[in-house]
């Protein structure tokens, strides 16, 4: 049973517009939220993370918005960058601060 | 700079055969992780540790087991590889407390023929 969500996996956008990523989870007891953006061959980087006492995070070009009664979150990308073309995974833990769980991905590409 | 390093980029292994796959840290963290990656799956976890000699089951622990010796590195070991295992392998390792996230290596791509 897939407790984080990614549903779509795949995204194009123009450079300079929008992007935006989902993630959904089901276990309520998850209580903090991380986004991880991974290049080909590369391992996967940290890019922001929020608490669900928090509702908003945001650092430069990336916000992430929780919604926890709808168990859903989102990652903002303003303005996109062809730079930004990877691999970007949710992930949950819950508050006995175990192993992060994974979404499958969501790959955005950024055209010019 | 910090960091967590795999020994292997690529592997080749032939079916039945022990492979190891290694992972050293350099930050001093508690705990270390080994992940999956596979088209259309996502991040999967295989094995943590929280400290030494200390290990932990994930999701998908069949037909792998780890070893922790010492605090900085954490192996993989497929015990006999299988076709199945062919897959993109991921370590990565944290201080105690998810908040901090993890810090991931490069992977290694092992693909067993």
């Known amino acids: 049973d897939q407790q984080v969500k990614q549903n779509s996996p795949s995204l194009s956008v123009q450079e300079g517009r929008i992007s935006i990523l989902n993630c959904d989870y089901t276990?309520?007891?998850?209580?903090?939220f991380l986004w991880y953006k991974k290049y080909p061959a590369e391992g996967p980087t940290f890019l922001i993370s929020?608490?669900?006492?928090?509702d908003k995070n945001e650092d430069g070009r990336f916000t992430v918005f929780l919604n926890k009664s709808a168990k859903h979150l989102s990652l903002h990308i303003v303005p996109s960058q062809p730079g930004d073309s990877a691999v970007y995974f949710c992930?949950?833990?819950?508050?006995?601060?175990?192993?992060?769980?994974f979404g499958k991905g969501t790959t955005l590409s950024v055209s010019s | 700079d910090v960091k967590v390093t795999q020994s292997s980029r690529y592997l080749v292994k032939r079916t039945g055969e022990k492979v190891f796959l290694e992972c050293v840290q350099d930050?001093?963290?508690?705990?270390m992780f080994w992940y999956r990656q596979d088209p259309g799956l996502g991040l999967r976890l295989i094995y943590f540790?929280?400290?030494?000699?200390?290990?932990e089951k994930g999701d998908i622990p069949e037909g792998y087991s780890v070893s922790r010796e010492k605090k900085e590195r954490f192996s993989l070991i497929l015990e006999s590889a299988s076709t199945n295992q062919t897959s993109m392998y991921l370590c990565?390792?944290?201080?105690?407390?998810?908040?901090?996230?993890?810090?991931f290596g490069s992977g290694t791509r092992l693909t067993v023929v």
């Open positions: 276990n309520s007891m998850f209580d903090y």
């Open positions: 990565a390792s944290s201080l105690v407390g998810i908040y901090y996230g993890y810090t």
């Open positions: 929020i608490s669900s006492i928090k």
């Open positions: 930050m001093d963290h508690e705990n």
């Open positions: 540790s929280y400290d030494v000699k200390m290990k």
């Open positions: 992930a949950a833990s819950d508050q006995a601060g175990t192993a992060l769980i």
